[in-house]
Protein backbone atom coordinates (compact mmCIF):
# COMPACT_ATOMS: atom_id res chain seq x y z
CA UNK A 1 0.00 0.00 0.00
CA UNK A 2 1.35 3.65 -1.05
CA UNK A 3 1.05 6.16 1.55
CA UNK A 4 -0.32 9.97 0.30
CA UNK A 5 1.40 12.61 1.83
CA UNK A 6 -0.76 15.82 0.96
CA UNK A 7 1.76 18.11 2.48
CA UNK A 8 4.61 17.09 0.30
CA UNK A 9 2.73 16.87 -2.98
CA UNK A 10 1.50 20.49 -2.20
CA UNK A 11 5.11 21.21 -2.08
CA UNK A 12 5.96 19.64 -5.47
CA UNK A 13 3.12 21.54 -7.34
CA UNK A 14 4.19 24.84 -5.52
CA UNK A 15 7.76 24.26 -6.55
CA UNK A 16 6.60 23.36 -10.13
CA UNK A 17 3.81 26.28 -10.41
CA UNK A 18 6.75 28.90 -9.00
CA UNK A 19 9.05 27.45 -12.06
CA UNK A 20 6.79 27.65 -14.58
CA UNK A 21 5.31 31.10 -13.81
CA UNK A 22 9.27 32.56 -13.23
CA UNK A 23 9.97 30.53 -16.67
CA UNK A 24 6.83 32.33 -19.06
CA UNK A 25 7.67 35.75 -16.97
CA UNK A 26 11.16 35.30 -17.75
CA UNK A 27 10.98 34.66 -21.27
CA UNK A 28 7.98 37.08 -22.02
CA UNK A 29 10.56 39.64 -20.66
CA UNK A 30 13.56 38.43 -22.74
CA UNK A 31 11.29 38.42 -26.29
CA UNK A 32 10.07 41.89 -25.30
CA UNK A 33 13.78 43.53 -24.58
CA UNK A 34 15.15 41.87 -27.75
CA UNK A 35 12.21 43.63 -29.67
CA UNK A 36 12.68 46.85 -27.86
CA UNK A 37 16.35 47.00 -28.26
CA UNK A 38 15.78 46.47 -32.10
CA UNK A 39 13.35 49.19 -32.03
CA UNK A 40 15.01 51.68 -30.25
CA UNK A 41 18.39 51.65 -33.03
CA UNK A 42 15.39 52.87 -35.70
CA UNK A 43 15.22 56.33 -37.16
CA UNK A 44 11.25 58.05 -37.52
CA UNK A 45 10.45 60.30 -39.37
CA UNK A 46 6.55 59.22 -40.37
CA UNK A 47 3.62 60.70 -38.83
CA UNK A 48 1.84 60.00 -34.80
CA UNK A 49 0.70 56.36 -34.29
CA UNK A 50 -2.79 55.66 -35.05
CA UNK A 51 -3.08 52.53 -32.92
CA UNK A 52 -3.48 51.70 -29.30
CA UNK A 53 -1.09 48.86 -30.08
CA UNK A 54 2.22 49.98 -31.83
CA UNK A 55 3.99 46.78 -32.55
CA UNK A 56 3.93 46.52 -36.66
CA UNK A 57 2.24 50.00 -38.06
CA UNK A 58 6.59 51.49 -36.18
CA UNK A 59 7.97 49.97 -39.16
CA UNK A 60 5.87 52.27 -41.99
CA UNK A 61 7.15 54.82 -39.91
CA UNK A 62 10.59 53.98 -40.06
CA UNK A 63 13.32 55.67 -42.20
CA UNK A 64 15.61 53.02 -41.71
CA UNK A 65 16.05 49.41 -42.59
CA UNK A 66 13.68 47.72 -41.05
CA UNK A 67 14.43 43.84 -42.21
CA UNK A 68 15.79 42.51 -39.10
CA UNK A 69 12.94 43.90 -37.04
CA UNK A 70 10.29 42.27 -38.70
CA UNK A 71 12.30 38.98 -39.21
CA UNK A 72 12.87 38.92 -35.59
CA UNK A 73 9.47 40.21 -34.57
CA UNK A 74 7.85 37.57 -36.97
CA UNK A 75 9.66 35.13 -35.27
CA UNK A 76 9.48 35.53 -31.87
CA UNK A 77 5.20 36.43 -32.67
CA UNK A 78 5.17 33.05 -34.20
CA UNK A 79 7.43 31.34 -31.68
CA UNK A 80 5.17 32.78 -28.47
CA UNK A 81 1.62 32.74 -30.80
CA UNK A 82 1.95 29.25 -32.03
CA UNK A 83 4.01 27.89 -29.46
CA UNK A 84 1.34 28.51 -27.13
CA UNK A 85 -1.67 27.86 -29.32
CA UNK A 86 -0.26 24.56 -30.02
CA UNK A 87 -0.06 24.15 -26.06
CA UNK A 88 -3.62 25.04 -25.73
CA UNK A 89 -4.91 22.91 -28.05
CA UNK A 90 -3.06 19.98 -26.37
CA UNK A 91 -4.41 20.79 -22.99
CA UNK A 92 -7.69 21.47 -23.97
CA UNK A 93 -7.67 18.12 -25.63
CA UNK A 94 -6.99 16.77 -22.83
CA UNK A 95 -9.85 17.83 -20.85
CA UNK A 96 -12.25 17.65 -23.35
CA UNK A 97 -11.08 13.55 -23.47
CA UNK A 98 -11.95 13.39 -19.40
CA UNK A 99 -15.13 15.12 -19.74
CA UNK A 100 -16.65 11.73 -20.98
CA UNK A 101 -14.84 9.78 -18.05
CA UNK A 102 -16.64 11.23 -14.75
CA UNK A 103 -19.42 8.95 -14.57
CA UNK A 104 -22.07 11.17 -12.99
CA UNK A 105 -24.48 13.61 -15.37
CA UNK A 106 -24.64 16.34 -13.03
CA UNK A 107 -20.29 16.30 -13.01
CA UNK A 108 -19.82 16.01 -16.50
CA UNK A 109 -22.99 19.11 -16.82
CA UNK A 110 -20.88 20.96 -14.28
CA UNK A 111 -17.31 20.73 -15.73
CA UNK A 112 -18.74 20.97 -19.24
CA UNK A 113 -20.63 24.81 -18.41
CA UNK A 114 -17.41 25.74 -16.85
CA UNK A 115 -15.05 24.56 -19.53
CA UNK A 116 -17.52 26.24 -22.28
CA UNK A 117 -17.04 29.46 -20.51
CA UNK A 118 -13.31 29.18 -20.35
CA UNK A 119 -13.15 28.13 -23.63
CA UNK A 120 -15.42 30.95 -25.39
CA UNK A 121 -12.95 33.05 -23.70
CA UNK A 122 -9.60 31.25 -25.49
CA UNK A 123 -11.53 31.61 -28.74
CA UNK A 124 -12.20 35.21 -28.26
CA UNK A 125 -8.79 35.87 -27.70
CA UNK A 126 -6.79 34.15 -30.05
CA UNK A 127 -9.38 35.29 -32.93
CA UNK A 128 -8.80 39.22 -31.65
CA UNK A 129 -4.79 38.30 -31.90
CA UNK A 130 -5.49 36.60 -35.23
CA UNK A 131 -6.82 39.61 -36.57
CA UNK A 132 -4.69 42.01 -35.11
CA UNK A 133 -1.60 40.02 -36.60
CA UNK A 134 -1.98 38.26 -39.72
CA UNK A 135 -4.50 40.82 -41.54
CA UNK A 136 -2.59 43.38 -43.38
CA UNK A 137 -2.23 47.00 -42.96
CA UNK A 138 -4.50 48.38 -44.63
CA UNK A 139 -4.85 52.07 -42.19
CA UNK A 140 -8.81 51.24 -42.03
CA UNK A 141 -10.54 51.77 -38.52
CA UNK A 142 -11.09 48.78 -37.99
CA UNK A 143 -7.35 47.84 -37.14
CA UNK A 144 -7.86 50.10 -34.34
CA UNK A 145 -10.72 48.30 -32.86
CA UNK A 146 -9.09 44.95 -33.49
CA UNK A 147 -6.07 46.55 -30.77
CA UNK A 148 -8.92 47.33 -28.64
CA UNK A 149 -10.67 44.16 -28.82
CA UNK A 150 -7.56 42.05 -27.21
CA UNK A 151 -6.55 44.50 -24.94
CA UNK A 152 -10.00 45.99 -23.47
CA UNK A 153 -12.81 44.39 -24.71
CA UNK A 154 -11.61 40.36 -24.09
CA UNK A 155 -10.67 41.08 -20.35
CA UNK A 156 -13.98 43.03 -19.39
CA UNK A 157 -15.93 40.12 -21.18
CA UNK A 158 -13.95 37.85 -19.29
CA UNK A 159 -14.81 38.39 -15.98
CA UNK A 160 -18.65 39.02 -17.48
CA UNK A 161 -18.90 35.61 -19.27
CA UNK A 162 -17.38 33.65 -16.01
CA UNK A 163 -20.52 35.79 -14.06
CA UNK A 164 -23.02 35.01 -15.84
CA UNK A 165 -22.08 30.85 -15.58
CA UNK A 166 -22.50 31.62 -11.36
CA UNK A 167 -25.30 29.96 -9.97
CA UNK A 168 -25.84 32.95 -7.47
CA UNK A 169 -26.03 35.42 -10.38
CA UNK A 170 -28.64 32.84 -12.49
CA UNK A 171 -30.82 32.81 -9.74
CA UNK A 172 -30.59 36.66 -9.08
CA UNK A 173 -31.10 36.71 -13.35
CA UNK A 174 -34.17 34.91 -12.94
CA UNK A 175 -35.64 36.88 -9.92
CA UNK A 176 -35.07 40.09 -11.75
CA UNK A 177 -36.40 39.17 -15.05
CA UNK A 178 -39.66 37.49 -12.96
CA UNK A 179 -40.01 41.11 -11.64
CA UNK A 180 -40.09 43.06 -14.78
CA UNK A 181 -42.02 40.24 -16.25
CA UNK A 182 -44.97 41.11 -13.23
CA UNK A 183 -44.54 45.21 -14.85
CA UNK A 184 -45.41 44.12 -18.15
CA UNK A 185 -48.38 41.52 -17.66
Known sequence: ???????????QTYHRFTWLTGESWGLGFLDARINILLAISLDFCGDPIPHYSCELPLFPLSCSDVSTNFTVLLGSSLL??????????????LTLSTIPSISS?????????????????????????????????????????????GSVVIPSVDSLIYTLKSNEVKVAKRRTFRKYIQYFR
Open 80 to 93: CGLGTYVLSIYSHT
Open 105 to 149: FSGRSKIFSTYSSHLTVVLLFYGAAFLSYFIPNSGSPLEFITSLQ
Open 1 to 11: MTEWHPIKQLQ
